[in-house]
T-cell receptor, first 113, second 118 residues
């Protein structure tokens, strides 16, 4: 069965520092991969997605992610974080024809002034 | 485009009553809608998949008689929590899959509904 692992529960980085959030997935075929962000008490906003093609995906708010098949990873990166980036980040994998999305457990990002 | 709304955003009810939550796709048609539940500081757990005009498919462990789902049109799905109890208090989020999305599985999420059962 497919699954998504986000090994970091909580990360704190200084404003202006670079960021990398880790995501590993387990899926038999080429996965559809997503990163979502959730602010407290809010719904989800799609940051970026990978379906096929170029393995480096650009998203909104200056985020990018790289699909690495050999490592079964889809890590999210940002070169310089802003205080407004503090939120919960979810990696997710789409399950083929059934259209389900399976979410990782999330990583909470805090920004140090 | 691709906006999904939920109503209400917050609801407080007494134990034993039923609560209906609406999920609407505002500017696209959604053959498939999904209902998730999120506990505090936890991830989203898929409860059920709702297809327009047919019965919902529930995930293992989700009581279909307690969480009634109706998907009567291409833009509206409802989740009714019947005989709600305090343990049903949670954040409920819906999502909708664009009819034109093909096999890409992209879903658009609503803002969520906070249910508190007293």
């Amino acid at each position: 069965a497919q699954s998504v692992t986000q090994p970091d529960i909580h990360i704190t980085v200084s404003e202006g520092a670079s960021l990398e959030l880790r995501c590993n997935y387990s899926y038999g075929a080429t996965p559809y991969l997503f990163w979502y962000v959730q602010s407290p008490g809010q719904g989800l906003q799609l940051l970026l997605k990978y379906f096929s093609g170029d393995t480096l995906v650009q998203g909104i708010k200056g985020f990018e992610a790289e699909f690495k098949r050999s490592q079964s990873s889809f890590n999210l990166r940002k070169p310089s974080v802003h205080w407004s980036d503090a939120a919960e980040y979810f990696c997710a994998v789409g399950e083929g024809s059934a259209s389900k999305i399976i979410f990782g457990s999330g990583t909470r990002l805090s920004i140090r002034p | 485009g691709a906006v999904v709304s939920q109503h209400p955003s917050r609801v407080i009810c007494k134990s034993g009553t039923s609560v209906k939550i609406e999920c609407r796709s505002l500017d696209f048609q959604a053959t498939t809608m999904f209902w998730y539940r999120q506990f505090p500081k936890k991830s989203l757990m898929l409860m059920a998949t709702s297809n327009e005009g047919s019965k919902a498919t529930y995930e293992q462990g989700v009581e279909k008689d307690k969480f009634l789902i109706n998907h009567a049109s291409l833009t509206l799905s409802t989740l009714t929590v019947t005989s709600a109890h305090p343990e049903d208090s949670s954040f409920y989020i819906c999502s909708a899959r664009d009819l034109l999305a093909g096999a890409r599985n992209e879903q658009f999420f609503g803002p969520g509904t906070r249910l508190t059962v007293l």
